[in-house]
């Protein structure tokens, strides 16, 4: 059984809550405690054995510590950036996860996915025989996900997409918003989306614009008031994966075409 506990928290991504998972298994396992609420911490009360976050970003990990603290669980962290994990927690991992691992002796792996950051994953979980992908900032139902150039990578992003639509998950459960009952359409929708977005990028710079101000006037063809800070961020990491792949000249704040 999958549970979901939104929980209200700073976080710009649509919905304005983050969900926190119990998956109650043969064991109970707590999925990206965001912070607490009145009917996680009874949730909680009944017991927990291990705590696991898709990744540590704040609106994601904000109640590891108290729930840690409260409880008897085994703390989790991606072997990759367990430093990471205690900085933004203030909380030591008991144990370390690699892609491809079980959490424990439960039924739940784990799967690789960064790009929204770079120690993204999902956790797989089997349900009624149904494979369930609670997928964090991977992809939500009814709004894109943000790839920004500072903690962010596009290319890792698109290959994380292609990757959980070919383990044909039956449902995802997202970090935000309500659960995706037909995921290949998403991740394929997503998928588009962002090399839409690509190329209208690389059209932009093609044609001579420069700065990504500039790119972003040409790019976004929709009211950019109060995201466009976040818009900027995704352009560059778009500018970045164009620049690893030669196809542009780009130094951090000036793109110039590269003709094939």
């Not at 109650?24 to 999925?31: E, F, M, S, Y």
């Not at 990504?212 to 976004?220: G, K, S």
């Not at 109060?226 to 961020?233: E, P, S, T």
């Amino acid at each position: 059984m999958i549970e979901r506990y939104p929980v209200d928290g700073a976080t710009r991504a649509p919905h304005g809550t983050t969900n926190a998972y119990l998956v109650d298994g043969q064991a109970r396992v707590l999925i990206d405690p965001a912070g607490r609420t009145a009917a996680l911490d009874a949730a909680v009360s009944q017991g927990v054995d291990h705590i696991v976050v898709t990744h540590a970003h704040p609106d994601h990990v904000g109640a590891v510590d108290a729930y840690a603290a409260a409880t008897d669980a085994t703390v989790w962290a991606h072997a990759a950036f367990t430093a990471r994990f205690e900085r933004e927690t203030g909380v030591a991992p008991d144990r370390v996860f690699r892609p491809g691992d079980a959490i424990g002796d439960t039924a739940l792996t784990v799967t690789d996915t960064p790009g929204h950051a770079p120690d993204h994953v999902a956790v797989l979980a089997t349900v009624d025989g149904e494979c369930n992908a609670i997928s964090g900032d991977l992809v939500f139902a009814d709004s894109s996900v943000f790839v920004g150039a500072v903690d962010g990578d596009m290319r890792a992003y698109l290959a994380s997409l292609r990757r959980l639509a070919a383990g044909a998950p039956a449902r995802l459960q997202p970090g935000h918003g309500p659960t995706i009952e037909q995921p290949a359409d998403r991740l394929h929708a997503l998928y588009a989306h962002r090399r839409d977005r690509e190329r209208r990028v690389l059209d932009a710079v093609a044609a001579g614009c420069e700065t990504v101000d500039a790119i972003l006037d040409a790019a976004y063809d929709k009211d950019l008031a109060g995201v466009r800070d976040l818009a900027g961020q995704t352009v560059r990491a778009h500018l970045d994966k164009l620049a690893r792949e030669q196809r542009i000249h780009w130094n951090g704040s000036r793109a110039t075409h590269q003709p094939a």
